[in-house]
């Protein structure tokens, strides 16, 4: 009987004021949980992989991670010639990817 009377009142701003944070940490440990599956999903992967497969697998993710932080720098290079040696850069990165698969 009590919580048919909560469901119906009004939400009022005090009332949403504390129901928010609730909310909230709800969805966050709901990212947190999603993300700890993820990790132990890539570790469980890597596991499976021969130690070749796991330095190439190492590598590629460097060049990836280079990748983006060389195009983070592209997008705000106003000068020229830094342009053009990320741009060079950007390109050597793509294809030393794409010979590791």
Known sequence: M???RIAAAPLTETSVRRIIP???RGW???SVESQQDDAKSV???RARLTPEERS???RKEGLELSRSRVLEQLRSAENPRYRKLLE???AMLDQQITQLG
């Open 2 to 4: 009590q919580l048919a």
């Open 22 to 24: 609730y909310v909230a």
């Open 28 to 30: 966050e440990s709901k």
């Open 43 to 45: 570790q469980e992967n």
């Open 56 to 58: 190439i697998a190492s």
């Open 88 to 90: 060079e850069s950007l």
